[in-house]
């Protein structure tokens, strides 16, 4: 099972312009809302019309704009499962399952209670879904989805409507169920969390164009632009400037690392991100390599940890950037390791591990 991907349309505000390959199981396209996703998968399923460009699903052209071909939706066998998931609100969940499935009745019948047990929706045949809490609609969807059996499955922020305990609980259901699902899957969303959980592939996008495209853990561990080390959870970011091959100066902080191995001789960077759970804030300022004297700005409460926001200290100096307090940057610290000072306001030490650093 395949899916080869490269279009482009023109859209109100950017070109989309998405080119990518994958193979069987589950793609995460990540991006903030607006950012082409969405238009991307309505493009594969037929629903809106790239400019140019090509569509081959399972070795099956279903889009040439050269070829003149474009399959209608009908004729592409995909599986699309909308955010307000689209059930017909004058059909009972079991006749919502059977919309599109061919056979006979009794195949039909069989088939639907399959999809029911697999669901975990018994009982429920006779309901409409007006009836149905928010998950129970989600999993007929699902359901009416699987039991088409499609090429593809595309699945457009199908969290997006529930609260955060319902959507962890489906998160763990709907990666179960999908197990038996042994084709390609895209699911676009906004929710690093989503993508991280359910995606063996994930691609992150900014403005119509894809930014990066890789295994899941490394686009998140080691992301390569700005945008994509923001989307995937990393909220510290600063312009930064190679001065030799140990030393990095991170101008929007007013900092500058002394690195604990060389750095590549041709390594362009032109950012640096360093995530949270990796600063060390410390009661004492040091003179100590990599730590820096900050002002805490705020302190943001969890149940089991801080969240505190800092700024290092200004330098008096021809630099516009030094006469102030720089960006602010995100640390965190267990409530076993925090003091009474830990008040905006007050000052104390952050020591940075630079085998931490993101080079962007």
Same mark, same amino acid.
């Given at each position: 099972?395949?899916? #080869?991907?490269?279009?482009?349309?023109?859209?109100?505000?950017?070109?989309?312009?998405? /080119?990518?390959?994958?193979?069987?199981?589950?793609?995460?396209?990540?991006?903030?809302?607006? $950012?082409?996703?969405?238009?991307?998968?309505?493009?594969?399923?037929?629903?809106?019309?790239?400019?140019?460009?090509?569509?081959?699903? *399972?070795?099956?052209?279903?889009?040439? %704009?050269?070829?003149?071909? *474009?399959?209608?939706?009908?004729?592409?066998?995909?599986?699309?499962?909308?955010?307000?998931?689209?059930?017909?609100?004058?059909?009972?969940?079991?006749?919502?399952?059977?919309?599109?499935? @061919?056979?006979?009745?009794?195949?039909?019948?069989?088939?639907?209670?399959? @999809?029911?047990?697999?669901?975990?929706?018994?009982?429920?045949?006779?309901?409409?879904?007006?009836?149905?809490?928010?998950?129970?609609?989600?999993?007929?969807?699902?359901?009416?989805?699987?039991?088409?059996?499609?090429?593809?499955?595309?699945?457009?922020?199908?969290?997006?409507?529930?609260?955060?305990?319902?959507?962890?609980?489906?998160?763990?259901?709907?990666?179960?169920?999908?197990?038996?699902?042994?084709?390609?899957?895209?699911?676009?969303?906004?929710?690093?969390?989503?993508?991280? +959980?359910?995606?063996?592939?994930?691609?992150?996008?900014?403005?119509? #164009?894809?930014?990066?495209?890789?295994?899941?853990?490394?686009?998140?561990?080691?992301?390569?632009?700005?945008?994509?080390?923001?989307?995937?959870?990393?909220?510290?970011?600063?312009?930064? *400037?190679?001065?030799?091959?140990?030393?990095?100066?991170?101008?929007?902080?007013? @900092?500058?690392?002394?690195?604990?191995?060389?750095?590549?001789?041709? +390594?362009?960077?032109? %950012?640096?991100?360093?995530?949270?759970?990796?600063?060390?804030?410390? /009661?004492?300022?040091?003179?100590?390599?990599? $730590?820096?004297?900050?002002?805490?700005?705020?302190?943001?409460?969890?149940?089991?940890?801080?969240?505190?926001?800092?700024?290092?200290?200004?330098?008096?100096?021809?630099?516009?950037?030094?006469?102030?307090?720089?960006?602010?940057?995100? $640390?965190?610290?267990?409530?076993? /390791?925090?003091?009474?000072?830990?008040?905006?306001?007050?000052? $104390?030490?952050?020591?940075?591990?630079?085998?931490?650093?993101?080079?962007?």
């Amino acid at each position: 099972m395949s899916l #080869q991907v490269k279009i482009r349309k023109k859209l109100k505000d950017f070109m989309l312009e998405v /080119e990518f390959q994958t193979e069987s199981g589950m793609l995460g396209i990540l991006g903030a809302s607006g $950012c082409g996703k969405s238009m991307t998968l309505k493009s594969i399923a037929g629903l809106i019309t790239p400019d140019e460009g090509k569509i081959v699903l *399972n070795g099956k052209v279903v889009f040439d %704009s050269d070829k003149k071909i *474009n399959l209608p939706p009908q004729k592409r066998k995909v599986g699309y499962l909308f955010q307000n998931y689209a059930l017909f609100p004058n059909m009972t969940v079991e006749q919502n399952i059977m919309t599109g499935m @061919m056979g006979s009745k009794q195949e039909k019948q069989k088939k639907v209670k399959e @999809m029911m047990e697999l669901l975990k929706l018994e009982g429920l045949e006779k309901q409409y879904p007006m009836r149905l809490s928010g998950g129970q609609q989600q999993r007929v969807a699902l359901a009416r989805l699987l039991a088409y059996d499609p090429e593809i499955m595309l699945l457009d922020e199908p969290f997006s409507a529930l609260d955060s305990y319902l959507k962890e609980q489906l998160q763990m259901q709907l990666k179960e169920i999908l197990s038996y699902y042994d084709k390609t899957i895209l699911m676009v969303s906004h929710d690093r969390s989503e993508i991280y +959980r359910l995606s063996d592939q994930t691609m992150t996008m900014k403005a119509g #164009q894809v930014l990066q495209f890789g295994k899941t853990k490394e686009v998140f561990f080691l992301p390569k632009d700005p945008v994509t080390a923001r989307l995937t959870g990393c909220r510290n970011l600063s312009i930064a *400037n190679k001065i030799d091959d140990f030393h990095i100066e991170a101008i929007e902080w007013g @900092m500058v690392f002394e690195m604990k191995e060389k750095i590549e001789k041709d +390594r362009e960077i032109k %950012s640096i991100g360093i995530h949270e759970r990796e600063l060390q804030l410390q /009661e004492h300022i040091t003179e100590n390599t990599n $730590c820096f004297e900050v002002m805490i700005v705020d302190v943001l409460e969890e149940p089991y940890e801080y969240h505190v926001l800092v700024k290092t200290k200004g330098v008096e100096s021809e630099n516009k950037l030094d006469k102030r307090w720089k960006e602010e940057i995100w $640390c965190s610290v267990k409530k076993e /390791e925090a003091w009474e000072g830990l008040k905006k306001g007050s000052f $104390c030490c952050l020591c940075v591990d630079t085998a931490s650093i993101l080079f962007l």
